[in-house]
């Protein structure tokens, strides 16, 4: 037998409250209940604004360092528009099959400066381009000293890939600069940056290796519970 009463119908209750004094009486003073609780004068509040800066990052933290690596980017940019340039002018003194790599090497330069500049305006980047230009300058440094001992090459034209041995440096220091004092809105910030894992209790997950100095991803303050009660 189900226990459960049947809904009155509205219009039926609202007949009742207007002919009987008590309920209406009760009405009255319910809805004066309920706006009481729900419309308050707003309670004053301390003001944190100071607080909230001093502890806030700061956005220009390791510009210099940006700044510089802009630089050098800048220079990149140069030496491969210079290349693309002798190469469309018939300059270069190759043909053939070594044009084609010399232009290969060309485009790999002015990518590498595009990639540079986009480094210094989002730091957060920074760590997407040091295992390729690290391996790059490996393989680079392996060639240079084997065509210097045969001759092939100059001592001038190996030191002119110092630049991006200052790149190199420049983008280490600003990937570390930006893991410990991540921008503001970026996926270190936020916690996004795959390098932190929070399992279900809310704890760093071991794989992580707890070195993880951004936020932490937030475990949920309740759970459905999916057993029998």
Same mark, same amino acid.
């Given at each position: 037998?189900?226990?459960?009463a049947?809904?009155?119908?509205?219009?039926?209750?609202?007949r009742?409250?207007?002919?009987?004094?008590?309920?209406?009486r009760?009405?009255?003073? $319910?809805?004066? &209940?309920?706006?009481? @609780?729900?419309? %308050?004068?707003? =309670?004053?509040?301390?003001? !944190?604004?100071?607080?909230?800066?001093?502890v806030?990052?700061?956005?220009?933290?390791?510009?210099?360092?940006?700044?510089?690596?802009a630089?050098?980017?800048?220079?990149?940019?140069m030496?491969?528009?210079?290349?693309?340039?002798?190469?469309?002018?018939?300059?270069?003194?190759?043909?053939?099959?070594?044009?084609h790599?010399?232009?290969?090497?060309?485009?790999?330069?002015? $990518?590498?400066? &595009?990639?540079?500049? @986009?480094v210094? %305006?989002?730091a =957060?980047?920074?760590?997407? !381009?040091?295992p390729?230009?690290?391996?790059?300058?490996a393989?680079?440094?392996?060639?240079?000293a084997?065509d210097?001992?045969?001759?092939?090459?100059?001592?001038?034209?190996?030191?002119?890939?110092?630049?991006?041995l200052?790149a190199?440096?420049?983008l280490?220091?600003?990937?570390?600069?930006?893991?410990?004092?991540?921008?503001?809105?970026?996926?270190?910030?936020?916690?996004?940056?795959?390098d932190?894992?929070?399992?279900?209790?809310?704890?760093?997950?071991?794989?992580g290796?707890?070195?993880?100095?951004?936020?932490?991803?937030?475990?949920?303050?309740?759970?459905r519970?999916t057993?029998?009660?």
């Amino acid at each position: 037998m189900d226990n459960e009463a049947e809904p009155v119908p509205s219009a039926e209750v609202d007949r009742h409250v207007a002919a009987c004094a008590p309920c209406t009486r009760w009405l009255v003073e $319910a809805e004066a &209940l309920t706006r009481a @609780v729900r419309v %308050r004068a707003a =309670e004053d509040v301390p003001d !944190l604004v100071a607080r909230v800066v001093a502890v806030a990052p700061r956005p220009r933290r390791g510009l210099p360092v940006r700044l510089a690596l802009a630089a050098v980017a800048l220079l990149q940019l140069m030496v491969a528009i210079s290349q693309l340039l002798s190469s469309m002018t018939g300059h270069t003194g190759h043909g053939g099959s070594a044009g084609h790599l010399f232009n290969e090497g060309a485009a790999w330069n002015l $990518a590498l400066g &595009l990639g540079l500049l @986009v480094v210094a %305006r989002r730091a =957060e980047r920074a760590g997407t !381009l040091l295992p390729v230009l690290g391996s790059f300058l490996a393989v680079l440094a392996a060639f240079s000293a084997h065509d210097l001992i045969t001759g092939v090459t100059s001592p001038a034209r190996v030191i002119s890939h110092v630049p991006l041995l200052v790149a190199l440096v420049l983008l280490f220091l600003v990937h570390r600069a930006h893991r410990q004092h991540p921008i503001p809105g970026s996926p270190t910030a936020t916690g996004h940056d795959g390098d932190h894992h929070v399992g279900q209790a809310g704890g760093t997950d071991p794989s992580g290796g707890g070195r993880g100095r951004g936020a932490r991803h937030l475990s949920p303050t309740a759970e459905r519970r999916t057993d029998a009660a």
